[in-house]
């Protein structure tokens, strides 16, 4: 079973055309990997598909304009894993 | 349709906002100065305005879904297939279902029938906004009404 962070990467390499040995845990995915919000949305759709899950991306948004939280917590690859699986957890609870 | 608005729908069918679907008609105009370029002599009604009109015809599923509360933008066109001539003067029935409800945006697939043979077909990505100005929220309330958008569509659900 591949993990979750396997998983994101492979998503990521297929719908952004980039090669998956340059897409490392600790990649921002906007700041390194160069992915605009346009194709964060086809991202974010076979990411809600291959976890069955909606990932909040109104409200990350939100939060970040309001100075609440940083890019970091949410594009940086190893944290968009942990809150993926974090929304999973909370929809098998 | 009245193409010198971009208005690519004439009338909203049906609507079933728990199936998620919708269905339109439009009649594409006898004449106008677009046949005159596209083509001389052999006028068709441009494949870009197919889309746009699959577009909005999502778009208003959309808009029924979140109760006038979001506006649609058009972000990406997948797969878009023009699959014939459609000619000035054609009756088109339009139709979109949701694939997937994302947050602030919405994949559709829509499609376009004339004389019930599929001649266009795409999968559509909507990006949701809330309505950056109550002047387009209002404008597109007048389209609503002008197009026979069920009213029912346009107000909150109860509790």
Request: hydrophobic share 45%; charged share 20%.
């Amino acid at each position: 079973m591949s993990s979750t962070f396997d998983t994101v990467a492979t998503i990521i390499a297929e719908t952004c055309d980039i090669p998956r040995d340059t897409i490392k845990p600790e990649s921002h995915a906007i700041n390194d990997l160069g992915i605009d919000s346009l194709d964060f949305l086809d991202i974010a759709f076979a990411i809600d598909k291959a976890f069955g899950i909606k990932l909040p991306l109104e409200q990350w948004t939100q939060e970040v304009n309001d100075g609440k939280a940083t890019t970091e917590q949410y594009f940086v690859l190893d944290n968009l894993c942990a809150r993926i699986d974090g929304l999973v957890a909370a929809k098998g609870a | 349709m009245r193409l010198e608005y971009f208005q690519l729908i004439d009338r909203i069918v049906a609507l079933d906002v728990d199936a998620r679907t919708v269905k339109a008609h439009a009649k594409i105009p006898p004449t106008s100065t677009i046949f005159e370029g596209h083509f001389p002599g052999h006028p068709l009604m441009p494949g870009v305005l197919l889309i746009e009109a699959m577009a909005q015809t999502s778009g208003w599923l959309i808009i029924g879904l979140t109760k006038f509360e979001r506006m649609p933008f058009l972000a990406s066109v997948r797969e878009a297939k023009l699959r014939a001539f459609v000619s000035p003067g054609q009756a088109l029935t339009i139709t979109a279902r949701v694939v997937h409800e994302g947050s602030g945006f919405t994949i559709t697939k829509a499609a376009i029938e004339v004389n019930g043979k599929v001649v266009a077909d795409s999968e559509l990505t909507l990006r949701l906004t809330p309505f950056p100005d109550p002047n387009l929220r209002a404008g597109m309330q007048l389209v609503a009404a002008a197009i026979d958008f069920p009213a029912s569509a346009s107000l909150p659900s109860p509790g």
